[in-house]
């Protein structure tokens, strides 16, 4: 599986977020192979994660691993490669994981600044690496990311992933498809931004007007591959609103299912103001999710992108599918739901891994026919 891994600072987690900040806080315990030479990387993971194991080759690190394996306990939850990549050394190193019972479903991470873009669809094409990124990006927080990629191994199996799921893991929908769907997202997403200023100029100063605060609700939300990105809409709600959800859980449309996975959605939410009303009503205030289109974040149809407190309860087994796809403005969802305005969350996320399995560009014009408003549906995540 490939995907990008999006900073996290403390400067973008909100209130909304306590509940990954505090699971982060947990999954710091976790532990990490380190494979490389660069003392500033393994300072870092040192000093962020409860222990960090550092070799500087594939061979010592294969040393280390029968140490493991012999002491049966105290294994790491992700292995980092920090080298550069020797192809027959590094598919050798894969094979030999393959053969170490639990290693074989922990997450394999390779340095982006380690490979050239050859090397890097390389490894994508083998399926050779389970993410590669950048550790070059200050204040990332790579907790959410293991947890899921944790999850995804064992589900999918040792560095391969089941038929049904393996086109969305590595992206190996139809090239044409994946192409067609991105110069779709980009030409419409900018042509309705541009058309749309005007719009966008009137709901900043209507907002204004009414109540204190940002024109924008900035929030994190969590995409194909658990990729988390800041969601743009426009700010529905007083300020604070965020600070008032456990107030609320007794509105709450959805109740927590039995796996623990848990939709907000509050009917009549005393938060929102009344500029927030006309703007939901009519599906205005999505209109800045067409920037998060635009930069690639989300495409116009997918799977909605999940707030981090309800993405977490979705990593289980049998959810996580969910995130094989493309997040989306529009999608199944939003379209079922007209027929079955009380549908359940567990429902809902059928319908997510349902568009998971099928996606494709034709398939997405077909949605986007049978919704009125695609691009802008009414939503009150």
Not at 162 to 185: E, H, P
Request: aromatic share 10%.
């Amino acid at each position: 599986m490939f995907s990008e891994t999006y900073p996290i600072t403390k400067s973008w987690l909100r209130e909304d977020d306590i509940n990954f900040t505090n699971s982060t806080a947990t999954l710091r315990k976790f532990t990490a192979l380190y494979i490389g030479r660069e003392t500033s990387f393994q300072m870092y993971f040192s000093a962020n994660y409860k222990n960090t194991n550092k070799v500087d080759d594939l061979e010592s690190a294969k040393i280390l691993i029968e140490n493991f394996v012999s002491a049966e306990n105290n294994l790491p939850d992700v292995i980092l490669v920090d080298i550069p990549l020797d192809p027959k050394q590094y598919k050798g190193f894969c094979n030999y994981l393959r053969q170490k019972g639990q290693f074989a479903t922990l997450p394999l991470l390779y340095n982006k600044q380690r490979l050239n873009s050859e090397e890097i669809s390389y490894l994508i094409k083998s399926e050779m690496v389970d993410d590669i990124i950048d550790l070059s990006e200050n204040g990332i927080d790579y907790a959410g990311k293991i947890a899921f990629l944790k999850k995804i191994k064992k589900f999918s199996g040792p560095l391969q992933v089941n038929k049904t799921t393996r086109a969305a893991l590595v992206d190996k929908k139809s090239g044409l498809d994946m192409i067609s769907k991105r110069v779709f997202d980009i030409l419409i997403s900018s042509i309705l931004i541009i058309c749309c200023l005007p719009v966008f100029l009137l709901i900043a100063l209507a907002i204004k007007l009414e109540s204190r605060g940002p024109v924008f609700y900035t929030s994190l939300r969590a995409g194909k591959g658990f990729k988390i990105f800041p969601f743009y809409k426009f700010r529905t709600m007083e300020v604070d609103a965020d600070k008032k959800i456990d107030s609320l859980n007794h509105l709450n449309k959805y109740e927590k299912n039995d796996n623990g996975a848990k939709f907000l959605k509050i009917y009549n939410d005393p938060r929102v103001t009344r500029v927030g009303r006309l703007l939901r009503k009519t599906s205005l205030d999505e209109l800045p999710q067409l920037y998060n289109v635009l930069k690639g974040d989300m495409s116009l149809v997918g799977n909605r992108p999940l707030p981090i407190y309800e993405a977490t309860t979705l990593t289980t087994n049998e959810f996580a599918e969910r995130f094989m796809a493309p997040a989306g403005i529009t999608g199944l969802w939003q379209i079922k739901k007209k027929n079955n305005p009380d549908m359940s969350a567990e429902e809902r996320i059928n319908l997510d891994i349902s568009y998971a399995r099928s996606y494709s560009f034709l398939n997405d014009i077909k949605i986007i026919a049978k919704t009125p408003s695609a691009l802008f549906q009414k939503n009150h995540l």
